[in-house]
């Protein structure tokens, strides 16, 4: 049984970079495609490019200050669009001077028993589900670190608020599992 938390422990590192960047992407609102983050160390980062210390939010650099553990998260653009996100992430390979990576997809959510009455065809099937009168709409965000370490978020759309996501480490152990392959040797 996973543990989902309302308000989690905000000086947790993972959960605070997996917060900000559900944040993040909830300020463009919704039907987006999937977006994908590196998430490095904010004081290494800094450390390598000092250049950045005077593009960064003030309150990051605090944080990183404060928190040597501190993430922060680089989206990574060009993401090509697909509907078998599986294999672009078995693709990925990240160098070592990245953390982590984090997720952001969009899913639509149903009853089980809704499945059980899906048409056999694909796009039929799609379409069902985007019509079935009980589906949610969910975001998605899970991000995940080298030494194994992961938090997983769900907002759904119809609660659409930065407070009313969702967090637990074991809500989308599927896609933890792929994210994390993308960051074996």
């Known amino acids: 049984m996973s543990t989902v938390t309302e308000h989690p422990d905000p000086a947790d590192s993972l959960t605070r970079a997996l917060l900000e960047t559900e944040r993040h992407v909830g300020s463009a609102g919704w039907d987006q495609p999937p977006r994908l983050f590196a998430l ?52 990925l390979a990240w160098g070592p001077d990245v953390d982590g990576v984090a997720l952001s997809i969009e899913r639509v959510v149903v009853p089980p028993e809704a499945e059980r009455d899906l048409p056999p065809g694909p796009e039929e099937a799609v379409e069902y589900l985007a019509a079935h009168p009980a589906r949610q709409d969910v975001r998605l965000v899970v991000a995940v670190l080298r030494g194994g370490e992961h938090q997983c978020g769900v907002r759904q759309r119809q ?16 896609l933890v599992a792929a994210l994390t392959a993308t960051l074996q040797d």
Request: no cysteine; glycine share 8%; hydrophobic share 40%.
């Open 40 to 91: 490095v160390r904010t004081a290494t980062l800094l450390e390598r490019e000092p250049a950045l210390r005077s593009q960064l939010e003030p309150g990051a650099i605090t944080a990183a200050d404060a928190d040597p553990g501190h993430l922060i998260a680089i989206e990574q653009e060009g993401l090509p669009a697909t509907s078998h996100l599986e294999s672009i992430l078995g693709q």
């Open 159 to 174: 609660q659409d608020d930065a407070s009313s996501v969702a967090v637990g480490p074991d809500l989308v152990p599927g």
